[in-house]
């Protein structure tokens, strides 16, 4: 039985970092209300925010709008997304 190794790595890929950015988000909420004011609180909080949007689409029988999407990055995230990452490297 032949299996698409490419696209089994691609859908790994994807879910590991949508679980990533999910912990990492986590850990920055637990971060923010459980740290105290310090640079380290700072360091690990302090992000850096990319978006796009808004998107519009009228068509005659169907108008939405899909945006912004922003996306956060800080080092919690990067951690959460290191974690991920090793628990899929190890178990799947």
């Known amino acids: 039985m032949l299996v698409d190794t490419q696209r089994?790595?691609?859908?790994?890929?994807?879910?590991?970092?949508?679980?990533?950015?999910f912990l990492g988000g986590v850990f920055t909420v637990l971060?923010?209300?459980?740290?105290?004011?310090?640079?380290?609180?700072?360091?690990?909080t302090t992000s850096v925010e990319a978006s796009v949007g808004p998107f519009s689409m009228d068509l005659v029988a169907l108008a939405f709008t899909l945006g912004p999407l922003?996306?956060?990055?800080?080092?919690?995230?990067?951690?959460?997304?290191?974690?991920?990452?090793?628990?899929a490297r190890s178990w799947i």
Do not use: M, Y
Not at 8 to 21: D, E, P, S, V
Not at 33 to 40: C, E, G, K, R
Not at 70 to 87: E, K, P, R
């Open 8 to 21: 089994r790595g691609a859908t790994r890929a994807l879910w590991t970092l949508i679980l990533g950015f």
């Open 31 to 44: 971060a923010e209300q459980f740290l105290p004011s310090s640079a380290a609180r700072t360091f690990l």
């Open 70 to 87: 922003t996306l956060d990055l800080n080092v919690l995230t990067l951690v959460g997304i290191f974690l991920v990452a090793l628990v």
